[in-house]
């Protein structure tokens, strides 16, 4: 098993124990919006989840969010976005526990504050605004 708690100090970030193997931290964009990372250690994996990465999406442009998710999917490296059983979207990385080094989990977290502070105005203005095009997601 990892000890993801002498990884978050090793980080620098602060984190709470929210249950037997899930932890959480917040982070904040440059924009100052505030984001969850919940890590959670499962079996010989760990579980790396900032939800909500966004706000309930309205139902007419749930499936415009959609298909721009998928498209930055392939873009995105390290990462990747997905929906949880209520709808909710949540960017997610994953990585074997065994490997999960003092540099990996850098690595990690790294990659999605990038993409948090890349993207979730992005996805916000699409879900939100249904004639906006975003010039990060090619068609």
Same mark, same amino acid.
């Given at each position: ?65 959609? $298909? ?32 999960? $080094? ?17 993207l979730s105005g992005e996805l916000r203005r699409l879900a939100n605004e249904p004639a906006y ?7």
């Open positions: 098993m990892s000890d993801i708690p002498t990884l978050f100090d090793r980080y620098g970030w602060a984190y709470e124990t929210v249950d037997v193997n899930l932890w959480c931290s917040t982070f904040f964009t440059e924009n100052e919006e505030e984001f969850d990372l919940y890590v959670l250690e499962f079996e010989d994996w760990v579980h790396f989840a900032v939800t909500p990465f966004l706000p309930p999406v309205p139902a007419a442009q749930a499936a415009r969010l959609h $298909t721009a998710m998928l498209r930055l999917n392939q873009q995105l490296c390290a990462v990747r976005f997905a929906l949880d059983a209520d709808g909710d979207v949540s960017l997610i990385a994953d990585a074997p526990a065994s490997q999960l $080094t003092e540099a990996l989990f850098a690595t990690i977290v790294e990659a999605i504050v990038f993409y948090t502070e890349r095009a975003s010039p990060l997601i090619q068609d």
